[in-house]
């Protein structure tokens, strides 16, 4: 059992605090202390509390990207804040500001509710608003980075709160400013951009062949949401049933000579464009599934025998196991392709 104090009303304070169920590999942790606020006014007080001031604290969303190896040893910090409102309208589109503690797939469908689109590409993203923003999440064909009018944090070096746009915020595959500064700034308000008049993102492969299933001629905003939903579902394990985190492993971006290489080697690797014209995107999951891990198991700790780039808790994996399938995957890609895999869930406890 914890120990929860009521502070104040903004903020809860609790000591020893189970964090099974905040983190979505569903694996046993415990934090000194975990405090859930309110109001995000209430962040500077939180941030100069007595027990947040000895190790770094780790500012916890829904838990669905990252990995305890470890308990986390500074406090952890969570927004219990869920306001979305529609900020400005405009003739061609509006911002819609969001609390940190929104849920991401709750704040996609509310937004095409209000005839709002952009966000149909990145429904069912497991997390929160104020996580989206960090590692600039991505989906068939789309990064929230593109619509991000602005990122609203708290900067720990000026102790003041900050509005960052789009081009401060420094988007770049499954990475920002904030991932690069992770113990500077703490986010608590995401606004986004979202026209009325939707330009759909159709080119990623699967998505025109599921709204062809589902009899849809003339897609909409809705619709591709829909398509990409019912993709998701089918080929992404869901974490109310088996443990994960999605993607474990981050697609590597390599010179596009280096791909071309491994192309003719490799026949049938998929690659994507990269974030320049010079590099590619590779397929992560299909190095790892040609390396056989795809479905595997050890104990708990395992593989997706649905995506290869997804570990899985089958029960009562440790993070430690888990981390230790994931060096073994992360070598065997290595020593076959020559290509280094990094994690892409946040490590607590342990260095990658
Ligand atoms: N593939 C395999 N084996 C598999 C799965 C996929 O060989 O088990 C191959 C497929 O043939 C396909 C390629 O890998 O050509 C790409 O597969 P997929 O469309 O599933 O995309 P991904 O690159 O593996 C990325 C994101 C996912 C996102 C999908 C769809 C990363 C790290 N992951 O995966 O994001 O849903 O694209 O856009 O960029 C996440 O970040 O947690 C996540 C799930």
């Given at each position: 059992m914890s120990n929860a104090s009521q502070l104040s009303d903004a903020y809860l304070l609790r000591e020893d605090a189970p964090l099974d169920d905040r983190n979505t590999f569903g694996i046993a942790a415990r934090a000194p202390c975990l405090v859930e606020i309110a109001d995000t006014a209430a962040l500077p007080e939180v941030l100069a509390l007595p027990q947040l001031q000895d190790a770094p604290v780790l500012i916890l969303g829904a838990g669905s990207n990252l990995l305890f190896a470890g308990n986390p040893e500074g406090a952890v910090v969570s927004f219990d804040c869920r306001r979305v409102i529609v900020l400005h309208e405009h003739d061609d589109h509006a911002v819609v500001r969001a609390d940190a503690g929104a849920q991401w797939h709750a704040l996609v469908l509310w937004t095409l509710q209000q005839g709002l689109s952009g966000l149909e590409n990145l429904a069912l993203i497991p997390g929160t608003a104020g996580a989206a923003p960090i590692q600039n999440i991505g989906a068939y064909g789309c990064e929230v980075g593109e619509y991000v009018h602005a990122v609203e944090a708290f900067d720990r070096t000026s102790g003041e709160l900050r509005?960052?746009?789009?081009?401060?915020?420094?988007?770049?595959?499954?990475?920002?400013?904030?991932?690069?500064?992770?113990?500077?700034?703490?986010?608590?308000?995401?606004?986004?951009?979202?026209?009325?008049?939707?330009?759909?993102?159709?080119?990623?492969?699967?998505?025109?062949?599921?709204?062809?299933?589902?009899?849809?001629?003339?897609?909409?905003?809705?619709?591709?949401?829909?398509?990409?939903?019912?993709?998701?579902?089918?080929?992404?394990?869901?974490?109310?049933?088996?443990?994960?985190?999605?993607?474990?492993?981050?697609?590597?971006?390599?010179?596009?000579?280096?791909?071309?290489?491994?192309?003719?080697?490799?026949?049938?690797?998929?690659?994507?464009r990269g974030d320049a014209v010079d590099n590619r995107k590779l397929s992560a999951a299909w190095m790892i599934e040609a390396c056989g891990w795809k479905g595997f198991r050890e104990g708990d700790a395992g593989v997706s025998a649905q995506h290869a780039l997804v570990l899985v808790n089958h029960g009562s994996a440790t993070g430690v196991q888990l981390l230790s399938l994931a060096r073994r995957i992360a070598e065997s890609v290595r020593a076959r392709f020559g290509i280094a895999i990094e994690p892409e869930p946040k490590v607590i406890g342990a260095r990658w």
């Open positions: 509005r960052l746009d789009r081009a401060a915020c420094a988007f770049a595959y499954r990475d920002s400013l904030f991932k690069r500064e992770p113990d500077r700034y703490v986010v608590t308000a995401l606004e986004l951009s979202l026209p009325r008049v939707p330009a759909l993102r159709l080119d990623y492969a699967g998505i025109r062949e599921e709204l062809s299933v589902m009899d849809v001629a003339t897609p909409d905003a809705r619709s591709v949401a829909q398509a990409v939903i019912r993709i998701r579902q089918r080929k992404l394990p869901d974490p109310a049933v088996v443990g994960n985190a999605g993607s474990f492993f981050k697609n590597p971006i390599v010179p596009t000579a280096l791909a071309e290489d491994l192309l003719q080697q490799h026949a049938g690797l998929p690659m994507f």
